[in-house]
T-cell receptor
């Protein structure tokens, strides 16, 4: 059983640029959630994808967008990068979107915006 | 009011002692609760999930849930230096898409 994989692991961008982060969900999981974790903070919910549709969103502006593909992998896109976007971006997959299903996290993508 | 609240710590305990980590939540409709451990620079990993009032034990770990008080706790018995990490409390709220909300995390330091 393969776990959740994310790429790239580290990247550096400048303000105003755009970034795409990628995530492959764990085998058997159909739901993907994205989180932003700033230094010293807990993970903040960005959005969740289920059956290729966004079915929940946290308090993030529209320049944060995503996709889920038929194989349940997912992308997070951030446009017009700001310095405050510097954080660890975590992808988590779950077997379904029901309450009891636990999240399994990938190793994360650490984004630095200069 | 934050949806899930934790003391950020650090909580320092001597090796072999019991570490007690606490968390409160605001959404009375929350049904599922989770404790994740996160080592510095790493991603969170699940330690325990709990869905019903009472205690749930797994090895050295015991999770406790009190829905009336909206309180979740994690006890770590015989604490080891390898337990030193940040412990994240999380709850899955009510609502159509059942997002999981995390607290800020409590940093635990086990002193040898």
């Amino acid at each position: 059983e393969t776990g959740v994989t994310q790429s790239p692991t580290h990247l550096i961008k400048t303000r105003g640029q755009q970034v795409t982060l990628r995530c492959s969900s764990q085998s058997g999981h159909n739901t993907v959630s994205w989180y932003q974790q700033a230094l010293g903070q807990g993970p903040q919910f960005i959005f969740q994808y289920y059956r290729e549709e966004e079915n929940g969103r946290g308090n993030f502006p529209p320049r944060f967008s995503g996709l889920q593909f038929p194989n349940y992998s997912s992308e997070l896109n951030v446009n017009a990068l700001e310095l405050d976007d510097s954080a660890l971006y975590l992808c988590a997959s779950s077997r379904d979107r029901d309450g009891a299903n636990v999240l399994t996290f990938g190793a994360g993508s650490r984004l630095t915006v200069l | 009011q934050k949806e899930v609240e934790q003391n950020s710590g650090p909580l320092s305990v001597p090796e072999g002692a019991i570490a007690s980590l606490n968390c409160t939540y605001s959404d009375r409709g929350s049904q599922s609760f989770f404790w994740y451990r996160q080592y510095s620079g790493k991603s969170p990993e699940l330690i325990m999930s709990i869905y019903s009032n009472g205690d749930k034990e797994d090895g050295r770990f015991t999770a406790q849930l009190n829905k009336a008080s909206q309180y979740v706790s994690l006890l770590i018995r015989d604490s080891q230096p390898s337990d030193s990490a940040t412990y994240l409390c999380a709850g899955r709220g009510s609502g159509g898409y059942q997002k999981v909300t995390f607290g800020i995390g409590t940093k635990l330091q086990v002193i040898p």
